[in-house]
């Protein structure tokens, strides 16, 4: 609740110093610009849901995104719907890996996915023989797909929805899915009632990869250009967002509802800041005093309301 | 019955055990990229090049001291905010140079900064002890990075004087002053952490924390300083990199932090605490350090550099796991 209101409070107070900034042509710029970190963010819930972390996204990214690039390049013919897919699958082909290292040897996932990040990232540099993939060279198709709407409703944002729904139903109102918080909350007890407890892991981490290598797309038709550089730290803004949204990173804990209004308010912050004449160089520095004021804020008011259940406790 | 065999092995000196520790394995490790090396330029073994090589790897290495007492301490404790807290203190000491300030000032301006940044961070950690480190530290190094920029927007400074690049280019006999303070560090840490009781306490933190705290360690006190301790020395990269590079932006040491953790685990230290000998990461900084010069000379650039780490790391850490190397320092009942 506090979150919603610090965003209404964020909205009013840009909107007052700059009325441009809810219009419905800059809302729809807000959602676009969002797309991506949410896409990225359910995969990071669900794997900080099960007291992990994967820093390998931004590479997965550059990896995926490079590779469809390459492709999109030999076969400029090739419909949007393959390129998408072969995102989704050479993602999830990492976050298997991933996930297989983590999950059958017991690595802390913070190595595993800080030497897969090295790794990958290698690899990007190594397919595209260190060099771009310019805007000049992709098919018109796939750069038109960023700018493209579906219905009205601009692609991304589409995608981003769908991606939503399915997962807020998977997360919710599946046995897998319910699995998930039974693994991050407590491990042990999940695997003494019989749940497949690495294969969960495992899972978690091929979701992750997946969406990365959607969003490894997605990112390359938007910015037209595909680097070995591409989404260099983008796992923290990730983190970021997922733990602005109350998303624990020591498991068991987190909604995609307020996963959602993370990802908003970063979005709304990266909007809201030049619209209201910020320095680029004071926005390098907002974000990071934002996500420590909120994690603060929130073990603060947590703390109160732990007191608070004690005291209704004692007779 | 497992406790007993474990205290065991470790007071009778045998040479399976002896030998098949973590640290030997990077010895051979070392030894290959050396040979490597050596199969790769017929001029590579020479003093000059041992000595010299260092050079240009060794500034990010004074971070890896602390990062291992952090490491060690458990509790999820980890510090990614070390590269932003270098660009800060570096960015205050070339603006402070700069606006007048004489330059043995700034050096210290430079030490101070990056130790103001380390207590606050252990500060916040120390009042807030439900938040992972890893988010208070992530939100830190967006922070200081940021401050970084807003002093000095996207401008290098430099113009520093002559004297000042000894410390990056200089050299004591035949030895490179950095490599001297490598070594000095190097001591210093390895007494601190495996002969002290401030070591000690901090291996016991790491391996329980809740029986550390009863048996009267203060732990609060012991995060603040290893954190604290962390700023300062990141002070130390700060002041070597610039040097070097005679000019300094606010983006340098970018992606620093990731480097410095892999230097430490490829070293056998444990992100989950308690464990990690001061000569692991020793060896690590040079294979990581070597190999990057050998594949340089190849003409292979950063990439394969990084892919090797990656498997390195990875394998590193698989291996330990399967219990051939270093049983002895897993206490009983830790998996």
Redesign the interface.
């Known amino acids: 609740m506090g979150l919603l209101a610090s965003i209404v409070v964020i909205s009013i107070f840009v909107e007052i110093r700059n009325p441009m900034f809810l219009t419905l042509s800059n809302l729809k710029d807000i959602g676009v610009n969002t797309a991506i970190l949410s896409i990225l963010a359910v995969g990071m819930m669900m794997v900080l849901l099960t007291a992990g972390i994967d820093l390998s996204l931004g590479a997965t990214i550059a990896f995926s995104g490079m590779c469809v690039a390459l492709t999109l390049v030999a076969h400029p013919e090739l419909p949007i719907g393959v390129a998408i897919l072969e995102g989704i699958v050479l993602g999830g082909l990492i976050g298997l890996i991933l996930g297989f290292f983590i999950s059958r040897f017991s690595i802390l996932p913070i190595i595993a996915s800080l030497g897969m990040m090295d790794i990958v990232r290698g690899f990007t540099y190594v397919v595209s023989r260190s060099k771009w993939v310019s805007a000049y060279q992709m098919p018109d198709d796939f750069k038109n797909f960023a700018t493209g709407s579906f219905f009205g409703i601009p692609n991304f944002i589409f995608i981003a929805v769908v991606v939503y729904i399915l997962f807020y139903y998977f997360i919710n109102y599946t046995k897998v899915g319910r699995w998930i918080y039974a693994v991050g909350s407590n491990p042990s007890a999940a695997q003494i009632s019989g749940i497949p407890k690495k294969r969960v892991i495992a899972l978690v981490y091929t979701l992750m990869g997946a969406l990365a290598g959607l969003a490894g797309v997605l990112w390359v038709s938007k910015f037209a250009s595909a680097q070995g550089d591409t989404a260099e730290g983008e796992e923290m803004n990730v983190i970021a967002a997922c733990v602005i949204g109350g998303v624990s990173t020591t498991g068991g804990r987190g909604k995609v509802s307020g996963l959602v209004l993370g990802c908003l308010l970063f979005g709304i912050l990266d909007n809201a800041l030049p619209l209201i004449n910020v320095s680029p160089f004071w926005q390098k520095a907002i974000p990071g005093a934002i996500i420590l004021i909120a994690v603060m804020a929130n073990a603060v008011t947590r703390r109160q309301a732990d007191l608070r259940a004690l005291k209704s406790r004692t007779i | 019955m497992e406790n007993k065999k474990i205290i065991l092995e470790e007071k009778t000196w045998n040479a399976k055990s002896f030998f098949f520790q973590w640290e030997w394995m990077l010895v051979v490790l070392l030894l290959l990229v050396h040979v490597f090396n050596g199969a790769v330029s017929p001029y590579y073994f020479s003093v000059d090049t041992f000595l010299s090589t260092p050079m240009s790897f060794l500034d990010q290495a004074f971070i890896v001291f602390p990062m291992m007492l952090v490491l060690i301490s458990g509790n999820?404790n980890?510090d990614i905010s070390v590269a932003s807290i270098v660009a800060l203190s570096s960015v205050i000491m070339g603006v402070s140079y700069n606006h007048g300030v004489p330059m043995s000032a700034s050096i210290v301006l430079c030490f101070l900064t990056a130790t103001l940044c380390g207590f606050i961070n252990g500060s916040?950690l120390v009042k807030?002890p439900?938040?992972?480190a890893?988010?208070?530290t992530?939100?830190?190094?967006?922070?200081?990075?940021?401050?970084a920029?807003?002093i000095l927007?996207?401008r290098a400074v430099g113009k520093f004087p002559s004297w000042f690049e000894y410390f990056g280019w200089g050299y004591v006999g035949p030895i490179p002053f950095i490599f001297l303070m490598f070594i000095i560090c190097a001591v210093i840490y390895g007494i601190v952490i495996h002969k002290t009781s401030f070591g000690r306490s901090v291996y016991a933190v790491g391996n329980n924390r809740t029986a550390a705290l009863y048996s009267g360690i203060k732990t609060n006190r012991l995060t603040l300083l290893i954190f604290t301790l962390t700023g300062f020395m990141s002070g130390f990269t700060a002041l070597f990199l610039t040097s070097r590079m005679g000019s300094t932006r606010p983006n340098i040491a970018s992606?620093y932090e990731?480097d410095i953790?892999?230097m430490a685990?490829l070293g056998g230290v444990?992100?989950?605490g308690g464990k990690g000998r001061i000569w692991g990461p020793v060896l690590a900084i040079f294979i990581i350090g070597y190999l990057e010069y050998g594949l340089g000379l190849l003409n292979q650039?950063?990439?394969?550099?990084?892919?090797i780490?990656?498997?390195?790391?990875?394998s590193s850490?698989?291996i330990q796991?399967i219990h051939i190397f270093g049983k002895h320092r897993v206490l009983p009942g830790r998996?």
Not at chain 2, 301 to 307: F, K, N, R
Not at chain 2, 309 to 314: A, F, S, T
């Open positions: 999820g980890i916040i807030f439900e938040l992972p890893m988010i208070v992530l939100s830190t190094q967006i922070l200081y990075r940021g401050v920029y807003i927007e996207n992606g990731m953790i892999a685990v444990s992100t989950d650039s950063a990439q394969v550099v990084m892919i780490i990656g498997i390195l790391l990875i850490v698989l796991d998996k």
